[in-house]
């Protein structure tokens, strides 16, 4: 007898084929369509480092063309001695200057010391020019600068709340320009110190304004405005910033948070505006003064301080924000450095970056009292006393 066997293939066997089959299916579609997605993605990402990269090198070279096209560098005549002033530095708008504790005719009454002691000629004072929107769009985004268009806005800028109510005209005339003339100073003064060994801007000195923001009487970015032409005129590519005004700079620390050819020593009131714990990741030095510090301190903070950033850093170029609002008896600096402690500050800083071979610009930044002016004045006239500078 003989058996013949015939497959039998029922409904479930038919379906477990299937469910083998579109399991196979399925995973198969998967791995391919993660191919297709890794690759999809590979290629937009390379397109977009791409067009990351051209965007970047697009803004690189229109900052130079901006740069190479200012007028804000010039031929200064050898008469003239490189310290830069401007009338137009002055605020003065219906009163509401005497709001904010800032002294706003404070760079006129420094140079008329200057001149009354016979420390320094009239004639002998250069006149900047003033930094056109081109200029300012060096470091400023087009969005920033439209929103000085708001007197409310410029008003939070420099904390006086009645600016506000003002036509944007008039804030523009009596507080933006003055702003912008000290702009061109701060930005001739790297000319001139790489011509001369230093410069003084008796103004300017906005540690607070970075490219996208303003504050704390802050408009614009002097300071980074300042170093990116020396980049690209003078042939610099280190600079040291020097920031001893009572206030952190946070405006400069943003602008440079990722930029190595800038080195930057802030030696602040961690108690005091602006409180930019962000910004304070940024500072290659940083030197933290409390509340009620007294001139022995103070100074001996600052020289070691300055003996570890010349071992760290060889700067070309010293930009030194000299706030003088260290003062005992400042409303807002809040720590108690003597006249006498202000003028061993500023020599040591000047002996510094003559022992360093750099360049120096001096800016004399904040400051909230009346003495400020008078000892500002004091502190120059001593630099000329030790030979630093040269009338």
């Known amino acids: 007898m003989t058996f013949r066997v015939t497959p039998v293939i029922t409904e479930s066997t038919r379906n477990l084929g299937k469910s083998t089959l579109y399991f196979f299916l399925t995973i198969a579609a998967i791995k391919a369509s993660h191919s297709l997605y890794r690759c999809i993605r590979s290629l937009t990402m390379s397109s977009s480092s791409s ?4 965007s970047t090198a697009d803004a690189s070279t229109l900052r130079r063309n901006r740069i190479l096209s200012s007028k804000l560098y010039f031929d200064v005549p050898l008469s003239k001695v490189p310290l830069i002033y401007s009338t137009a530095y002055d605020i003065s708008f219906l009163g509401m200057e005497k709001l904010h504790p800032f002294d706003s005719s404070k760079w006129g009454r420094i140079c008329r010391f200057l001149i009354v002691d016979g420390v320094l000629d ?3 004072i250069i006149e900047p020019l003033e930094a056109s929107k081109d200029d300012l769009l060096v470091v400023h985004t087009e969005s920033y600068l439209s929103s000085l268009k708001s007197s409310a806005n410029v008003a939070m800028i420099i904390e006086v709340p009645p600016v506000a109510l003002l036509p944007n005209c008039l804030v523009q005339q009596k507080v933006l320009y003055p702003f912008r003339k000290q702009v061109g100073g701060t930005v001739l ?10 410069a003084i801007n008796v103004g300017g000195g906005f540690h607070h304004c970075c490219s996208e923001r303003g504050g704390g009487f802050c408009a614009y970015a002097d300071i980074s405005l300042c170093i990116h032409y020396a980049f690209n005129r003078l042939d610099i590519s280190k600079v040291m910033i020097i920031d001893l005004d009572a206030h952190q700079g946070n405006g400069h620390e943003r602008d440079f948070s990722n930029d190595r ?3 930057i020593l802030d030696m602040y009131n961690p108690e005091i505006y602006p409180f930019d714990h962000e910004a304070r990741r940024y500072i290659d030095q940083k030197v933290e003064v409390v ?3 007294t001139t022995d301190e103070y100074l001996v903070k600052l020289d070691e301080a300055l003996a570890v950033a010349g071992k760290m850093f060889d700067p070309e170029l010293v930009v030194f924000n000299a706030g003088t609002d260290i003062l005992d008896g400042d409303p807002l600096g809040r720590l108690k450095i003597s006249p006498d402690g202000i003028t061993s500050r500023d020599e040591k800083v000047f002996r510094f970056a003559r022992e360093k071979n750099a360049s120096l610009v001096m800016l004399t930044s904040g400051g909230y009292m009346k003495s400020s002016a008078r000892v500002i004045a004091d502190s120059i006239a001593n630099l000329s006393k030790q030979t630093l500078i040269n009338f």
């Open 291 to 293: 509340s009620g510090t």
């Open 122 to 124: 009239k004639n002998s």
């Open 51 to 54: 067009s990351t990269s051209n």
């Open 261 to 263: 050819r800038v080195y």
């Open 189 to 198: 003064a790297a000319k001139l110190a790489k011509e001369r060994g230093w």
